[in-house]
């Protein structure tokens, strides 16, 4: 499942890592790709929302810190309850011409499910999102 929860700030205006995990949670996904997320920003009250996303759904989580905002962090994440390895994590290169947008990372991980062992890569946010699983 991959899920753009906007720093956990809901259409009514209110932040709930906690709604956030009630609807990934609804779905009983094996892998999630989480972007948007905040750890540590005043705005979202200093909270860790991949570490508390990942407690709620019994996770475990890998985070991808792709701007640091004075003492807090915004990035994307991947949650499993499966053995999970980080292989690599990096920042994406801008495009040519376009330098204010947002930066963007990337974050593989192995996965141990059952006897396979497949690699999830997620590049997040880019208008060439796509999630690939190879076993």
């Not at 753009?4 to 209110?14: E, P």
């Not at 972007?35 to 996303?53: C, H, K, P, S, Y």
């Not at 792709?66 to 980080?86: C, D, E, S, W």
């Not at 920042?91 to 991980?109: F, I, M, S």
Request: proline share 8%; hydrophobic share 35%; with cysteine.
């Amino acid at each position: 499942m991959t899920y753009n929860i906007h720093s956990c700030i809901g259409m009514d205006g209110k932040i709930s890592p906690e709604r956030i995990a009630r609807v990934i949670a609804q779905y009983s996904p094996d892998v999630v790709a989480l972007q948007e997320l905040d750890v540590g920003r005043a705005r979202t009250g200093r909270v860790d929302q991949a570490d508390l996303i990942a407690q709620y759904l019994h996770m475990d989580y890998h985070f991808l810190p792709t701007i640091q905002v004075r003492k807090g962090l915004y990035g994307n994440a991947i949650l499993t309850h499966f053995p999970m390895r980080q292989v690599r994590a990096e920042k994406l290169p801008g495009l040519p011409g376009k330098p204010r947008l947002e930066p963007r990372g990337a974050v593989w991980v192995a996965i141990k499910a059952g006897d396979r062992d497949p690699v999830y890569q997620h590049p997040p946010g880019s208008e060439a999102k796509r999630t690939q699983v190879s076993g």
